[in-house]
């Protein structure tokens, strides 16, 4: 049987959200049903919602940062249980039997992963996502948090559920640590979980971001250095100066002067996605054989890892607690850079 539960959908691009009875499905073997405490509101639920990014399916409910409790399992779900406090982050199936999902790198399966709202899964469902009381998740797709973070800390770290993992995957990929040198550009909401992920690891860790509007919260979240790229001379300035600069704007920018930054063998890693096309100069990357890189988010195992990796060092996003009502007012303050630093939901609000 179906379970009906409170919602918020949107109608088309252009409508507001609307509050909606949701029905989630009867548990399948392998599911697990979340009630669900905590929705983070991603830049991406917005470019989705407005159609920047293509076709969606609607009605929609987005949301892709969730944390909640665990209320019912299947027949042979083993790794959860009832009462475990868990996260849903951008995925929730995948084929499991290709390359990438034998790697744990599920983001890229080749059967197309499914997304955690406005996707067709492999049933023929569009799946709706966070923004509502409850989710069915397979349970492979579902991660603990650790026991290290109290009630008090679940509303900062739900954003870790895809902020977390998105910009600590390209930290891992290049081995960032102690001596590294790490610049992060923008300071938003992936901006400053990047910030404070790399500065857990040891990296000296400099923020460009536009003004020095945010150098009092980038230096509190443990960077070393902050520099407003509006004084042109920060880029001559710092010429070589970074082995790995994280690129989290969501808008078009000057790739090439920030490639310009980077040391000998440095990598510029994007994980912004603007609408346009980002272009970079060849020579950027031939000299000093420099490179450029991206990624999206990680894969469940490594989900895991740094959801651990940051309670272990008590890392957390900094929020905004906002009611069901706000939803609408608070993308355009996300568009319009007025979060400090992410807007998460309180679904008992709804």
């Not at 993992?165 to 990929?173: A, F, R």
Request: proline share 3%.
């Amino acid at each position: 049987m179906t379970v009906t539960v409170p919602a918020l959908a949107a109608a088309s691009a252009d409508a507001p959200f609307e509050r909606v009875q949701l029905e989630r499905r009867d548990l399948r073997p392998d599911d697990v049903r979340i009630d669900i405490r905590w929705a983070g509101i991603c830049h991406s639920d917005i470019h989705t919602k407005r159609e920047e990014w293509g076709t969606a399916h609607f009605p929609l409910t987005p949301g892709h940062e969730i944390l909640g409790t665990v209320v019912e399992v299947g027949d042979q779900v083993t790794t959860h249980q009832v009462g475990d406090v868990v996260g849903v982050g951008c995925f929730v199936d995948s084929c499991m039997e290709c390359a990438p999902c034998k790697d744990g790198e599920e983001q890229y399966c080749l059967k197309g992963g499914i997304g955690t709202y406005g996707v067709e899964d492999y049933y023929g469902e569009v799946t709706q996502g966070g923004y509502s009381g409850q989710v069915v998740v397979r349970d492979h797709f579902v991660v603990k948090i650790p026991d290290s973070y109290t009630e008090a800390d679940y509303a900062a770290v739900t954003p870790l559920l895809c902020a977390g993992i998105t910009t600590y995957h390209p930290l891992k990929e290049h081995n960032v640590g102690p001596g590294t040198r790490v610049g992060v550009v923008g300071l938003g909401g992936l901006g400053h979980v990047a910030v404070k992920l790399a500065a857990a690891m040891g990296a000296e860790v400099s923020v460009f971001s536009r003004t020095d509007a945010k150098k009092e919260d980038g230096l509190s979240f443990g960077a070393k250095h902050y520099y407003a790229t509006e004084d042109g001379s920060v880029f001559s300035d710092l010429a070589g100066s970074f082995d790995v600069i994280v690129n989290t704007v969501g808008a078009n920018i000057g790739l090439d002067a920030y490639m310009g930054l980077l040391d000998r063998g440095g990598v510029l890693h994007d994980v912004g996605a603007p609408e346009e096309n980002l272009s970079v100069s060849a020579f950027s990357l031939l000299v000093n054989r420099r490179s450029l890189a991206g990624s999206m988010i990680g894969g469940l195992p490594e989900t895991q890892e740094m959801i651990d990796f940051a309670a272990e060092h008590g890392v957390t996003a900094t929020v905004e607690v906002i009611s069901a009502d706000q939803v609408d007012e608070y993308y355009d303050k996300v568009v319009h850079g007025q979060v400090r630093y992410r807007a998460v939901i309180d679904t008992e609000t709804l």
